[in-house]
């Protein structure tokens, strides 16, 4: 069977640490088999307890390399997120200058008010990415695929409408997490979670029978081959 076609790939996450918290293991594998990888921070996450913008910057700048992937930034406000036209261009300018084939934005449904308007600027985004005669740079850029990933507030069980396998980059995923030291070593409050998403990539993986797994929602239709499928 022929090699798949490498793929661009972006990942936007409201804050550093989001991307890697819901998919740093399927970010590591895309990136492993030769896709490209971009993570799109909206905001640069602070201000936190332990944290700066300096320090976030030297942290997501470790955990993509660590995924082997590229990261930007967009500049938006964090706390200050909101779906309006100006959120909308920013995005739909980023999504015409990287021409994703594959979009990942956070869950629609959260806890975290910057979350849930990630959520709704990222798909007002690319719809916006493909607008003829207008002031957005770029040429116009329609993603066919746009995916959710769960790094949720919430205290509820993902219920996804799909999971992938990342055995073999759990622990990369980890080491990326952890890059994060200001938000998950420094601030002892955050200790667990590394521990948590551990768990949960287990317990995941148990559902498909692998080793590592992460869990996904899609609004939209899913094709499936079922010459593809796997047993």
């Known amino acids: 069977m022929p090699a798949?076609?490498?793929?661009?790939?972006?990942?936007?996450?409201?804050?550093?640490?989001?991307?890697?918290?819901?998919?740093?293991?399927?970010?590591?594998?895309?990136?492993?088999?030769?896709?490209?990888?971009?993570?799109?921070?909206?905001?640069?996450?602070?201000?936190t307890p332990m944290g700066s913008p300096e320090i976030r910057a030297r942290e997501g700048a470790a955990a993509a390399t660590i995924l082997g992937v590229k990261r930007v930034q967009l500049g938006l406000t964090n706390r200050e997120?909101?779906?309006?036209?100006?959120?909308?261009?920013?995005?739909?300018?980023?999504?015409?200058?990287?021409?994703?084939?594959?979009i990942f934005a956070p869950h629609p449904i959260d806890a975290h008010p910057d979350h849930v308007a990630a959520c709704a600027v990222i798909e007002a985004g690319r719809f916006a990415a493909k607008y003829t005669k207008c002031e957005l740079p770029g040429e116009a850029w329609h993603a066919p695929h746009l995916f959710h990933y769960y790094a949720i507030h919430l205290r509820s069980v993902p219920q996804p409408s799909f999971i992938a396998d990342t055995t073999g980059y759990a622990q990369a995923k980890r080491r990326a997490i952890l890059a994060?030291?200001?938000?998950?070593?420094?601030?002892?409050?955050?200790?667990k979670v590394p521990q948590w998403i551990d768990a949960a990539g287990v317990?995941?993986?148990?559902?498909?029978?692998?080793e590592s797994?992460?869990?996904?929602?899609?609004?939209?239709?899913?094709?499936?081959?079922f010459a593809d499928l796997k047993f």
């Not at 409201?14 to 799109?40: F, N, S, Y």
């Not at 779906?83 to 200058?97: E, H, K, P, Q, Y």
């Open 180 to 191: 994060y030291e200001s938000q998950f070593v420094a601030n002892v409050k955050n200790a």
């Open 4 to 47: 798949m076609p490498a793929m661009r790939i972006t990942v936007f996450g409201p804050h550093p640490d989001d991307q890697e918290l819901g998919m740093g293991g399927t970010i590591a594998r895309l990136a492993a088999l030769g896709h490209a990888v971009t993570l799109v921070d909206m905001t640069n996450g602070e201000p």
């Open 203 to 210: 317990y995941f993986a148990s559902r498909i029978g692998t």
């Open 213 to 225: 797994a992460e869990p996904f929602y899609s609004r939209e239709c899913i094709a499936l081959d």
């Open 81 to 102: 997120l909101v779906n309006d036209l100006s959120a909308r261009a920013v995005v739909a300018g980023a999504i015409r200058a990287l021409q994703p084939h594959i």
